[in-house]
């Protein structure tokens, strides 16, 4: 991939945008995506065994997702997760606190390379780069329920234990074959999402997160270094700007997979321009880069969830390189990339 190829949701939030910092790490932008966490194969089979109704359970799904969304925005918590993607086991520390409706986090690595992410803003919008492990925070808007379940099936499987903490089991089956499939572990008490899985069509987990330990409340003193340290001047900030959404794109995608809008739009000074779409929960980028290296053939690569297709592209009597990156099927993104044209062709 080239060498300025990203995390899907690097430079744009869903909704606004945060400045996100790092220390200790590589400047090298990743393609990886960390939206939600993920759990063990033998539970998905356990799960997608029993097929029951939102209303067998007396649980109300759209309130339950929207009640996800914000707790991951507006509580404090502490806690300890694991992530697995392609092989790859991270452990990660996370310290999240919301002062004023400002959100600040940090993310500690346990295992591999030591590697620290701080972060503050009032909502999460881009990622940190790593080269080797997935150091993306994601994305948290607001849930659309009526806009999900018009491209998803949403179950209650029941009732588990996740970190020592009950939790309602939600399955989110999607209607076609254009986007994955999520298992959600949401603490019933709070609200927070405490595991999840991202699905493919034969139901094989792709990613994987769980929260191994997790409490609530940060003490004072905690809370005031960790909001010291995510604003600190000392520490280089590795996203940009939102972008314009109402500027006129130069590239024209005449097919989408259905429910994906765009989200976010950016133009560097080096001409690469980034198109990001969202459905709601799956994301995927798209970067037109007229520099891009022309050794480089049309390829597809998969690690985990995560794909990304390159492919050519002639306009006006210069090829451009269509990078599209996101956890969305490869088939999804060929069809997407194929189907780039810029809007002066004739």
């Known amino acids: 991939m080239?060498?300025?190829a990203c995390s899907p949701t690097h430079g744009f939030p869903k909704n606004s945008m945060m400045p996100a910092r790092v220390r200790g790490l590589p400047s090298i932008r990743s393609p990886l995506l960390i939206f939600l966490a993920r759990a063990p194969a033998a539970l998905v089979l356990f799960l997608l065994s029993a097929v029951a109704s939102a209303e067998d359970f007396g649980v109300d799904t759209g309130k339950m997702?929207?009640?996800?969304?914000?707790?991951?925005?507006?509580?404090?918590?502490?806690?300890?997760?694991?992530?697995?993607?392609?092989?790859?086991?991270?452990s990660v520390q996370v310290s999240h606190v919301t002062r004023e409706g400002v959100e600040y986090e940090r993310w500690y690595y346990l295992n591999g390379p030591r590697q620290e992410i701080l972060r503050h803003g009032e909502?999460?919008?881009?990622?940190?780069?790593?080269?080797?492990?997935?150091?993306?925070?994601?994305?948290r808007p607001a849930?659309?329920?009526?806009?999900?379940?018009?491209?998803?099936?949403?179950?209650?499987?029941?009732?588990?234990?996740?970190a020592d903490r009950p939790v309602w089991v939600i399955h989110l089956v999607p209607r076609d074959l254009f986007r994955y499939g999520y298992v959600f572990a949401i603490d019933k008490e709070s609200g927070l999402l405490l595991q999840s899985l991202?699905?493919?069509?034969?139901?094989?987990?792709?990613?994987?997160?769980?929260?191994?330990?997790?409490?609530?409340g940060v003490a004072t003193e905690t809370a005031d270094h960790l909001i010291a340290a995510a604003t600190s001047e000392g520490i280089p900030a590795v996203c940009g700007g939102a972008g314009d959404l109402s500027a006129a794109s130069s590239w024209e995608l005449t097919w989408l997979p259905p429910g994906f809008r765009l989200m976010g739009r950016d133009l560097d000074e080096q001409g690469v321009e980034t198109l990001l779409f969202s459905d709601g929960l799956s994301v995927f980028s798209v970067f037109f880069d007229p520099e891009g290296d022309r050794q480089l053939p049309e390829v597809q690569a998969q690690r985990g969830a995560t794909v990304a297709?390159?492919?050519?592209?002639?306009?006006?009597?210069?090829?451009?390189?269509?990078?599209?990156?996101?956890?969305?099927?490869?088939e999804t993104a060929q069809r997407v990339a194929e189907l780039a044209k810029h809007t002066g062709e004739q």
């Open 2 to 4: 080239p060498a300025r």
């Open 65 to 90: 997702l929207g009640s996800m969304a914000a707790a991951s925005r507006t509580l404090d918590y502490q806690g300890i997760f694991t992530y697995e993607y392609a092989g790859v086991l991270r």
């Open 123 to 139: 909502t999460v919008g881009c990622a940190a780069g790593l080269d080797s492990a997935p150091a993306v925070i994601a994305a």
């Open 143 to 162: 849930i659309d329920y009526q806009r999900l379940a018009s491209h998803y099936e949403l179950h209650v499987r029941g009732e588990d234990r996740v």
């Open 198 to 216: 991202l699905l493919d069509a034969a139901k094989r987990v792709l990613e994987r997160f769980q929260y191994m330990h997790v409490t609530y």
């Open 309 to 330: 297709q390159l492919a050519r592209v002639n306009a006006g009597g210069r090829d451009y390189l269509v990078s599209v990156v996101g956890e969305i099927p490869i």
